[in-house]
Each structure stands twice: as structure tokens, then as C-alpha cells.
């Protein structure tokens, strides 16, 4: 039920399949999914989008599976089936076991739940919370150490 | 701005003190949230939500880390920001760095687009992606090996 | 912080000015909450959402205390503090304490937590729940009677 | 497109058995939902989900038919098939006919075109319904009487 | 999968049949959406949205098409596929090609990312754009100039 | 109530700069908002953000106020006070005035209570906008012809 019609490799521009052939060298695949091949009506989104993605998906400070994890719980938030299904089978394909999914949508389950309690109760903001409070000058958390911390 | 007025310790019954009692020791602080203390007009709801916190936060197949940052992704999503800044607190306790902080938010946001990039262009979940292909049984994706996968 | 000002009584014409005369009268009150004030910068749309207010929310075959609990369950859904407490006063008056406010409530995060669930899960619908189980002719399940039904 | 595989009750564990087996005895009737058994890949989840689902629904303050009401409202802003569909199916076999069907919806949609309004104009809170006014004890508004009040 | 069966022109009753005579009259056809044919269950919310869209879409200060892609934009943010497809028909019959709707769908997807953005930053509104800032008297901002404005 | 403190000029990087020096030549003024100052403690993110900004915000196939209104209704749509404000600020320099942000906020409300009515009510989308009709080469619908459309 695309509104768009995917763009195929033959129909592609030079832009567009520069983009494709990134992706398959990438990802070591040649198939391209839907939603780049969309994408493609717009050449600068496009390589805007795939830059974004590359930068931010890409192993950092946290790694990538962890990534993985915090996209999906955006997908789930929203309810957005393709947008969890792809990032399901990227992080599967990056050791995501169903265990391991069985624990983080219980996470997921836990804190949409309590943003309804907070949302409905009007809970005010903690003044050991308080916003000079977080900043890590002030914080001075050693980590580890199991402060008076969450909800 | 509460809707329901905290309940402190001393106004409590046994059962809510119960509650507090054990959220001070896990926690190892004297302080208890408002979210528990407005949570405690119910005390069952308070004892379960009690005991899921703890059951769905603890570190099991996925670090207590990464369960933060994945409750942190459903409150930024929702624009709950006591959700973000009661964990955000648990997880700089627990390691989360500005730096790790702002690479969270970078993925965040690009999920986020892509939500209603997805959304707003209809499109349709690629074949290789259909159920069929998701259960661990034919997956068989080798952990690491980089396939056909995201977005 | 209102984007447009709330137009007083004094500076408004003959349109606005029947309306607000009307939830004077209805409310029993000489207030005018902010919401009319500001919509009335359309004569048009206070119009039509004064009617839409008076009819939805009068007493039918749902009685108006239930759809108090209602409308104030959308507000919390969307996070919108204006639509919970202005409907929260709605329903004091009506009666509702605040015991019956922690069950709402209760109802609410579950509900809220569920959504995340099935959305986790991607959980299809039951066969005995697809619309043709559905329809009122189908159904012909006798009230009160406790069969097979929620998630 | 389940993402996790429903668990029958010939392929689960003693923990999960006696969840369905009691899901069985109080709703009178041999199936339990794809919901449930979904859930059952996490026999704690499953257990503190289905002790909050019977405790949450069972009427109390508040009658189940309204509570099922107030979960579907929530269903219905996430725009959630399933959680409404399921409950939709509950509250018809608690009485809910077509015609009250019609009556919560119109509640529904109003107060979800009123939250765009309230955050499109950016509506502050009026004064009268400031925090201090809303507790039980300031708030002294006699049941049934009119007074200034919603939207 | 409709809850309520429509309800065609022959079933219905005079009231429900003046507005879709209106609706065929305004729209030069015979069709009617199942949107009109499931309202007509509430033929007085019937009236009024029928009222509604006919007074908020209709070309004023804003043109009808950019009402359109309001229309569209408010859709994709809460992924309604329904609402979205029923106004692109719309606005494709006003003029919109696929190259405008690629840039439309470029803006929605900003803003969305911007939204978690500043979400999770917990930005704060600059004080040159606070509330005192941004009424028509003192923004005294020249149509055309380009001052320091958007996020 | 930033999580993360602004940067600015005088303590920022070189490539932070560069953005800054931009956005100031672009937007003619010296000030640069908390959006940007924040998003500096990721300078990759900064430079693609402010790209994909000024490249789905210029004046293309849709103007500017446009793209200014569709921003808005996403802002409006997930309660984001900040997104709204600030490009409320940019089309009002742009020529926006509170009679045509009236019709705006009139057609995002009726567009978010028609999604709640299509969720609710469940409404299958109608044969004839079924994806082959909606197609640019199937629907062949002549701009300005008015046509079986919306809702």
C-alpha cells in the first residue's frame, strides 16, 4: 500500500543509486529495502537519511545492539510496525534473542504504563531531581553506586 | 501540580510503609519518590507496580543500563518528562555518560523521522521481512554477520 | 502562555458574546474558562464546539459522570494536562472522589501498558474476535454473562 | 504477524498453565487470547499482568462496564485495534450496545480535537482550577451541582 | 473491519439522508465515504462534523490544499492511515504532484525527529521567544525579513 | 530545564562554529536558539540537522509558510510546545497572522478528532481509494476538478 511507488536500481537516477550501491556494499546484501527505495522521490533526503543513519546506528559510546534496542522502543511507542520489524531483524541478526526481546518489551510495557500513571496522577518533578541536580558537575554520581534515582 | 497528594511515611498504612520500606533498602536512600508516594492512594496498584519495576529494571539477559536507555526512549517518545528524568537519573548512577547521552538521543530522533517518514509514505514491509522470515527458528541469522536488515 | 488571548466578554461581538451568555447559563457560573475565551477568535468554531461539548457530554444512554472518566482518559492518553483537570473538576462535581479517581487511574496505565504490549508484540487479533464475531447480530452475547472477551 | 509465537497450553511450563488455568476458570470458557499467550514467553510478566488485569477490571468504585469504557478510550488514542477490539468484546458482553458504542465515541473524538486545540493555542490553566482548588478538601463542590467547570 | 456497519443512503433516515444528498451536491458525486456511512450511526455528530469539515476545509486565509496538508500532517503524526489516504486523494485532485508531496513528507519528518529532539533535550523555550514576544503587537517582525526565528 | 547545558560561541569547536557562522548568515541575526546550542554536544548531528532543515524549509514546489504550517501541525499533533513556538515565530515573519493561524488550529483539531473517530469506529478505507486508484498514473485527476475525496 505504498503511496509512493518504490524506486528500482534500473529506474534510479546516478544520486539514488549511488545511495543503493552504498547500501549493498554495507550490508553485504543486494537487496535494498522499501523504505530507501521510497525514499528515492527525494535524492537529498536520501543520502541525508542514510548519512543519519550510518552516524547514528553505528557502534559509539553505545554499542550497537543497545542502539538497535532504543529504535525499537521508538517503533513501539509510536506503533509503528515496519519501523520495529526492520530494526527487529537488524538486531536479531546482531545476537537479539527472544529472551532477550521478552525483557525489553517488558521494559517497554512497564515505562508507557507509568507515563500514563504520571501523566494522570500530575506527579511534580522530585526537588532531588530538580534540573541543577543533573548535570554531571553536580551529579558527581559514582556509577555503580545505588543512589535514590528512579520513579 | 499533583493531582493526588503524596503520601508520606507517616500518613501511610502498613502496607504502604511495607512498600517504602524495601524501595529504601533496594535503593539504599531514605528519599522515596513522589511517583511512589502518589502511586501509594492505591496500595495494590503501588505493590505491583513495585514489584514489576524491580522484576523488568534488574539486570537479567539485557545490563540495567540498556533497560534504562530503552524507558528513556518510551518517555521521550510520549514527551513525558518526569519518565526521562527520574531514569535519566538511574542510568548517569549507572554509568550513562552526556556523551552516551547524546548519542541515545541521535537515535532517538532519526526513529522518531523515520516514524513518519514510514507512515507518511505508506510504506509496505518488504517480503523478506514478513513473519515468516522473523521467528528464531528460520532466521538463522548468524550473530554479527551483517544481512539485509534496517530500515 | 496562550498563543492567541483569551477575549474578555467586554471585547467581544454579538456572536461570541451568545455563546458565552449560554455556558453562563448552562454552567451556572459567570467564569468563562480560558478554552471558550480562545476559541472565540473563531465565532464559527465556538460555535460548533460549544454544540459538540453540549451534546457529546449531556447525559444519554452513557451517563455523564462515565463520560467524564472518558474524555479525561484521552487527555491522559495524549498527555494533555488542560483536557485532565478542566474534566477532572467536571467530574468532582459530578461525584467522583478520589478513590474512584486511583481506580481510573489504575484502568488507564494498564491500558496504557497493554497497548505497548500488543504493539511489542505484534499480537493478532483472535479469531473469535474478528469483526464477524463483532457485529451486534453475531454476537448475541447475553449481558452479564462472562465469556471469553479481553486481551 | 506475531513477533514472539503464541505458547498453547500443551507447550507450557507449570507457571504459564496455572495462569491460563485460572484465566480459564473465571471467564468460563477454554480459549485464552493470543494476548495471554504471547505474553506467556515471560511466566512473571504473564503472572503480575494477568493479577493487574483482575484487579484493575473487577468493579469496584467504579463499574466494569465504565472501566472497559475508560480502557477502550485509551486503546482508541493509541489507535490500538487490538486492545479495543478485545475490550470492545467485553463491554458487549457487559450490556454495551451500539448506541452507547456511538456515545463514547463522539466523547472520544471530541476530546482528542480538543487536546489539539488546547496545545495548538497553547491554553493556560485557569486560575479557578489551579491545583489548589482541585484537592477534595479545597474543592467542596457538592455532588450534582453545576458549577464552573469543564473546557 | 468497521466496528459499525455503514449505513447505506436506503437505510437511512431523512436526517442522515440530507447530509449525504449535501455531501454528493458539494463533492459532484454519488460516492460516499465509509466515514459519513459510519457516523450516520450519531446522525446529530453526523451534522456537526459534516459542518465541521465543510467550514474548516473550505478555502479562507489559508487555501484548500494547505489545509489539505495540514490535514495530512496531523494523520501521518498519529500514523492513521485512513485519514491520511481520504485527504491525498483530496489534495491530488487539488493540484498536488508526487514531487510536492515528497517535500511535504520531508518537512513531517523533521519535525517529528525534531519533537524527540527536543523532548529528550528538555530544550527550553529562548527567552526572545517567549509568550510576551510573540503577539502580533509586539512581534512587530516584517512579513518577508528573515530574523532569528525556527528551532 | 536543559538536560544537556547550550554551547555557545565562545565554547565551541571549530565545526560547531561553522554551523553557528551559517545559521547567523542565513537567518541575518546574531542570536542562535537553545534547539541549536544544544544539539552542538553532537557536532555530526548539528551539521546534518541544520542541512536537512534549511533543505526541507526552503521554498521549493510548496512555499515557505507552507512547510511552516505543516511543521506546526506536527508540533501541534505530539503536544510539543517548543517546535510549535518557534515556527510559529518564523511564519509569522513570514506573514502569518492570528486570523489564518485560527483556520490552521481549526482544521489540525478536526483532523485529530477525525482520527480518533476513524480508530474508533474502525473505518476500512473505501474501494476506490484503495492504493491502484491513488497512484499518479491511475488516478488521473484533473487539479481542480472536484471529485469523490476526503473523509
Known amino acids: 500500500m505504498n503511496i509512493l511507488s518504490p524506486i528500482e536500481y534500473e529506474d534510479a537516477g546516478p544520486e539514488v543509486r549511488a545511495v543503493y550501491d552504498e547500501i549493498r556494499a554495507v550490508r553485504k546484501t543486494a537487496a535494498i529495502n ?33 542502539k538497535e534496542l532504543v529504535y525499537m522502543a521508538v517503533g513501539v ?4 510496525d515496519y519501523a520495529l520489524r526492520t530494526h527487529l531483524a537488524a538486531a536479531r541478526a546482531k545476537g537479539l534473542t527472544d529472551a532477550m526481546y521478552a525483557e525489553f518489551i517488558a ?8 507515563v500514563a500513571l504520571i501523566n494522570g496522577l500530575g506527579i511534580e518533578l522530585d526537588a532531588h531531581l530538580k534540573p541543577g541536580a543533573l548535570t554531571n558537575d553536580t551529579a ?9 534515582e528512579h520513579t
Chains 1, 2, 3, 4, 5, 6 share one sequence.
Not at 533526503?45 to 557502534?59: D, E, G
Not at 511507542?77 to 509503528?80: E, F, K, V
Not at 558527581?140 to 535514590?148: C, D, K, L, Q, R
Open 34 to 66: 522499501n523504505f530507501w527505495k521510497t525514499l528515492a522521490h527525494d535524492p537529498v533526503l536520501l543520502q541525508l537519511k542514510w548519512k543519519a543513519v550510518r552516524t547514528a546506528m553505528a557502534p559509539g559510546r553505545l554499542d550497537a545492539l543497545t
Open 140 to 148: 558527581a554520581s559514582t556509577p555503580g553506586e545505588n543512589t535514590h
Open 77 to 80: 511507542s509510536h506503533g509503528n
Open 107 to 114: 521494559v517497554v510495557q512497564l515505562a508507557a504504563g507509568n
